[in-house]
């Protein structure tokens, strides 16, 4: 089943450079969330949405954008990276905000 | 301010050995609760999840949870592990009031065989 995808797998960058990590669900589920994990943090919101063009700020949010034009696909966008972002991204979904939700695969990003 | 706490950053244990994992949160209000695993380079994946009734929550893999209301705790059990359980968990809170998820920092759990 496709279910969510992240793309890129992978990617490096310099600081000062425009990213954007795209997120792709099959399921149709309202929420869609992106995450940071960094070691000793665990997983940290930077933004979710509860659906199509909604968006809300989460406990990590500076320096990210974020857009959904269409439920299926939730772009996160880092305007002008800097190295402390670089972690590894996991995008979820869910079809309600209170229900276990689905993980991709994660875009690890590095910025030198 | 809201938060999960994972007790320990890395347990290491032997095969066949008996498994606690602590988590407890600080929010006030209802909560649903959950224990996700992460398989080395793979993405997170539901243990379990706690919502309402029992206060003990079988999952996947032979893994239980307790829900402790008094303690605001949830912690995550396993009899016995294997090799395979070797990975890392995550206990996450929602706080149903205004939809809010949180994670805590993660325990890596090794089992030598």
């Known amino acids: 089943d496709a279910g969510i995808t992240q793309s890129p797998r992978y990617k490096i960058t310099e600081t000062g450079r425009q990213v954007t990590l795209m997120c792709h669900q099959t399921?149709?589920?309202?929420?869609m969330f992106w995450y940071r994990q960094d070691l000793g943090h665990g997983l940290r919101l930077i933004y979710y949405?509860?659906?199509?063009?909604?968006?809300d700020k989460g406990e990590v949010s500076d320096g990210y954008v974020v857009s959904r034009s269409k439920t299926e696909n939730f772009p996160l966008t880092l305007e002008s990276a800097t190295r402390s972002q670089t972690s590894v991204y996991f995008c979820?979904?869910?079809?309600?905000?209170?229900?276990?939700?689905?993980f991709g695969d994660g875009t690890r990003l590095s910025i030198l | 301010a809201q938060s999960v706490s994972q007790h320990n950053h890395h347990v290491i244990l032997s095969e066949a050995a008996s498994l606690e994992l602590g988590c407890n949160y600080s929010?006030?209000?209802?909560?649903?609760l959950f224990w996700y695993v992460q398989y080395p380079g793979q993405h997170l994946q539901l243990l379990l999840k706690?919502?309402?009734?029992?206060?003990l929550v079988k999952g996947i893999k032979g893994f239980e949870a307790e829900f402790i209301k008094s303690k605001f705790s949830f912690n995550l059990r396993k009899p016995s592990v294997q090799w395979s359980d070797t990975a890392e968990y995550f206990c996450?809170?929602?706080?149903?009031?205004?939809?809010?998820?949180?994670f805590g920092a993660g325990t890596r759990l090794t089992v030598k065989p």
């Open positions: 979820a979904s869910s079809g309600y905000s209170n229900q276990p939700q689905h």
């Open positions: 399921w149709s589920h309202s929420y």
């Open positions: 949405s509860a659906a199509a063009d909604i968006t």
């Open positions: 929010y006030g209000g209802t909560v649903n």
């Open positions: 706690y919502f309402s009734g029992d206060p």
């Open positions: 996450a809170v929602n706080l149903m009031e205004n939809n809010d998820m949180r």
